[in-house]
Nanobody, 126 residues
Framework: QVQVAESGGGSVRAGGSLRLSCAAS????????LAWFRQAPGKEREFVAA????????WYTDSVQDRFTISRDNAKNTVYLEMNTLSLEDSAVYYC???????????????????WGQGTLVPVSS
């Protein structure tokens, strides 16, 4: 069972920074790749970034590469998403979840493994 809790959202001006936190159970943190997803109003939920439980390898969607950094604190069972140079397009509810890649003949992407929580809201204003 995946157990995570997101926090750290809040209003921010375009160009600003924010750090989100994802506290996980010890089992989830130690055995699952953890990822951040986001969902903007009227849009589908999309993958943002992931970090491997095994070796700390990271993955990012193209639109946040070089602006966002995902990291993990093993002592706190917590994954962070450091978001810099935020833009209006980054406004969304951000969700943390265990995740895995899903590949078909036509596409490749990430899928959440656990139930979706309430997420944490990040509204970016101009």
């Amino acid at each position: 069972q995946v157990q995570v809790a997101e926090s750290g959202g809040g209003s921010v001006r375009a160009g600003g920074s924010l750090r989100l936190s994802c506290a996980a159970s010890e089992h989830t943190f130690s055995t699952k790749t953890l990822a951040w997803f986001r969902q903007a109003p009227g849009k589908e939920r999309e993958f943002v970034a992931a970090i491997s439980w095994r070796d700390g390898r990271t993955w990012y969607t193209d639109s946040v590469q070089d602006r966002f950094t995902i990291s993990r604190d093993n002592a706190k069972n917590t994954v962070y998403l450091e978001m810099n140079t935020l833009s209006l397009e980054d406004s969304a509810v951000y969700y943390c979840n265990a995740a895995q890649t899903v590949a078909t003949a036509a596409s490749y992407g990430w899928s959440g493994l656990g139930a979706w929580g309430q997420g944490t809201l990040v509204p970016v204003s101009s």
